[in-house]
């Protein structure tokens, strides 16, 4: 595969790659061959492009390093453009927006130029993760068929269905519990309140959608182009780009999911957890299935869930609250019985 050199010169190179020294250990060459002029020095490997202007030498690891640069500028101002507190409204679909744009205009290059860089190892990537023990299983599952198949399936859906359960009633816990809590503000406000109000959001709370317009943008559009951009980069670029570079798997898949898990940062640790178990999930589906496309569909599914159906589900619990505990103190109001209920657990 032809690749580029930089600062402007276009230069094909006809089977030049650099291949991983097997006398060095894997974490060492990795260090080599991000380090640009260092690897240049170290181990002699160059090319000469002739131009216009005079002859250039330039290391062949340049396109490597640029590569490696190109993923840190498409990840970096994704950990900066989110949703904070005290975000008024349109500056809230404006960041949305932003977001999306530079999933689109940052990670889709990005993964493009690994392509074109690493693309050829993406087979053996797959390859090698088919010596792994319970990646072998999965595939020997999925060519048999039968009980087998349907064992693995069922074992997924389990753990989805588990998993989607445990989040629902712990949305309506939160929400119940912080329907009462507007509720008590109401019976101490200056001003009387009679209506359900969206309390100001938090750190971990302001990613998730306020109004049906976010709904829209944050939860479903948003969610397609994450799943689609970020399973591309997380589970097929960088691996591949790494592997290219360190020869290793291990070092490739477990850097790859420790990135996709620092980038749910804004989410706290709880989020951290949670991108790292579904990044192990995705990961297990792309080595088994050979398709990236499953991942993907599943990724943006989930999103969907937790940013729409969850939000939505939230949203009616807290006013369901707000609404038992008025009606309750305005009974109460007219019996001249001044007991208060105690609030739901949190």
């Given at each position: ?13 006809k ?17 080599l ?20 202007i ?43 927006v ?5 999933r ?62 445990l ?67 997380f ?27 620092v ?16 990044g ?33 589900v ?33």
């Amino acid at each position: 595969m032809d690749i580029c050199t930089y600062w402007g010169i276009l230069c094909p190179l006809k089977d030049k790659r650099v291949r991983r020294p097997h006398s060095l250990p894997s974490g060492a060459s990795f260090l080599l061959f991000t380090s640009g002029g260092y690897v240049h020095a170290r181990l002699g490997e160059t090319c000469a492009t002739r131009t216009g202007i005079g002859s250039v030498v330039v290391p062949e690891s340049a396109p490597f390093v640029l590569a490696y640069l190109l993923v840190a500028v498409s990840i970096i101002p994704m950990m900066w453009v989110r949703l904070r507190p005290g975000m008024s409204p349109a500056r809230r679909q404006v960041t949305i927006v932003a977001g999306i744009a530079l999933r689109v205009v940052g990670f889709l290059p990005s993964f493009l130029v690994i392509l074109w860089l690493a693309g050829d190892q993406i087979e053996p990537m797959l390859a090698m993760a088919g010596d792994w023990p319970f990646v072998a299983w999965g595939r020997q599952a999925l060519a048999a068929g039968g009980w087998p198949l349907a064992a693995l399936i069922v074992a997924g859906l389990v753990l989805a269905a588990a998993r989607a359960v445990l989040l629902w009633r712990r949305t309506v816990r939160k929400s119940e519990h912080l329907g009462f809590v507007v509720w008590h503000y109401t019976r101490s406000a200056t001003t009387p309140i009679t209506e359900f109000f969206r309390p100001p959001e938090t750190a971990r709370t302001a990613h998730l959608p306020r109004s049906v317009a976010e709904l829209f943008t944050r939860g479903v559009l948003g969610s397609v182009v994450v799943g689609i951009t970020e399973e591309l980069m997380f589970r097929v670029g960088i691996p591949g780009l790494l592997l290219q570079t360190s020869g290793n798997l291990w070092v490739s898949v477990i850097f790859s999911l420790a990135v996709f898990a620092v980038l749910h940062s804004y989410q706290g640790w709880g989020g951290i957890a949670n991108a790292s178990m579904l990044g192990v999930a995705f990961t297990y589906l792309y080595f088994v299935t050979g398709d990236i496309v499953l991942p993907m569909v599943l990724h943006a599914l989930n999103n969907v869930y937790v940013l729409v159906v969850l939000s939505v589900v939230g949203w009616r619990s807290s006013r369901r609250e707000f609404d038992q505990r008025m009606r309750a103190a305005a009974v109460r109001a007219d019996v001249g019985a001044p007991a208060v209920p105690s609030p739901p657990a949190s």
